[in-house]
């Protein structure tokens, strides 16, 4: 079988009609229906499998007529701001959650199974929005602006125009510290040359706003999508 990486397709050899998968044989999985996860060993000038992991790939709603489909990465406060998009942007969008709230590195590592069946057309995405690190709050720089580079790496073959969202803290003694993830996202995502949405900007006590400024320009920016 073919696997594609982010730098190139490399063939491996998975099993036969003996190998299950509860209950059932590889040869009876079917195309776009699976995502198949191998942890293969270069040795002797060919890869070597060490794990084979299959998980289902999620069917997301397919495109509406012309709309443009949103998806959100995001880690906290994600079905909020689906609402926001969803009743701000309007019918000609489709903002769409993952089937689960991403809330910690290991669910990232089950990205391939959001990202639904994407090279098909009434499956690909326009714009993916990513905001994701509250918790990652105990890595270093280096450490964060790593994961962030390998997300973005393998969100690169979708195709979509990724736009980063700046973190919020809900908790007020986290917010010195995630004003420097944001400082460290906002260096990894031009370098990357993905667009970067401002933070929130201080209000005055008692003011209240019916959407955060940085909500506010995440709609403005998506609108401007080409």
Not at 1 to 26: H, M, P, Q
Not at 101 to 117: K, Q, T, Y
Not at 120 to 139: M, P, R
Not at 178 to 184: H, S
């Amino acid at each position: 079988a073919e696997i594609e990486t982010t730098n190139e397709i490399i063939s491996v050899t998975l099993g036969d009609r003996d190998a299950t998968l509860s209950g059932f044989s590889i040869a009876d999985l079917q195309p776009n229906e699976t995502l198949v996860e191998v942890e293969a060993n270069y040795e002797d000038k060919q890869w070597v499998a060490q794990s084979i992991k299959y998980r289902p790939i999620n069917k997301m709603p397919e495109r509406h007529l012309d709309q443009v489909r949103v998806l959100l990465l995001v880690d906290e406060g994600s079905l909020q701001l689906q609402r926001n998009l969803s009743e701000q942007l309007g019918e000609g969008y489709q903002v769409i959650h993952p089937p689960e709230l991403i809330r910690d590195s290991e669910a990232w590592n089950r990205m391939g199974c959001w990202l639904g069946d994407f090279r098909e057309t009434e499956y690909q995405w326009d714009i993916i929005v990513l905001g994701i690190g509250t918790n990652q709050l105990s890595k270093t720089k280096s450490e964060y602006q790593n994961v962030l580079k390998s997300w973005c790496a393998a969100l690169e073959r979708t195709g979509a125009r990724k736009i980063w969202l700046p973190l919020r803290a809900n908790d007020s003694a986290k917010a010195k510290q995630m004003e420097g993830m944001n400082e460290w996202a906002s260096e990894t995502m031009k370098e990357l040359n993905i667009e970067v949405v401002l933070p929130d900007a201080q209000q005055p006590n008692g003011v209240e706003q019916e959407l955060p400024d940085r909500i506010q320009q995440l709609i403005v920016t998506i609108k401007n999508v080409p």
